[in-house]
């Protein structure tokens, strides 16, 4: 499940680098929590909450529908 999460967050990446910013992952439960952190502008972003579940946790849980949530670090 580690690398479909991977390659959801890469397909997200471009539009956070664009921005300044980058996710990276830190880990993935085995009951679907993914744990992120929040780099460069997004992490001190007042929107960065929104980016996280609106943008990332929503294109993670369409690609991988295993996972329940996605958190920042």
């Known amino acids: 499940m ?3 999460v991977e390659a ?3 397909k997200i990446r471009p539009a ?3 921005d300044g910013g ?3 992952l830190v880990d993935v439960t085995a009951d ?3 744990k992120v952190t929040l780099k460069g502008a ?3 972003c007042p929107m960065s909450q929104m980016t996280l579940k ?3 946790e929503r294109v993670i849980k369409q690609e991988v529908p295993e996972v329940k949530e996605v958190i920042a670090l």
């Open 2 to 4: 580690k690398d479909k």
């Open 8 to 10: 959801a967050l890469n």
């Open 16 to 18: 956070l680098q664009a």
């Open 22 to 24: 980058d996710v990276e």
């Open 32 to 34: 679907g929590v993914v």
């Open 42 to 44: 997004c992490g001190g």
């Open 54 to 56: 609106m943008g990332i």
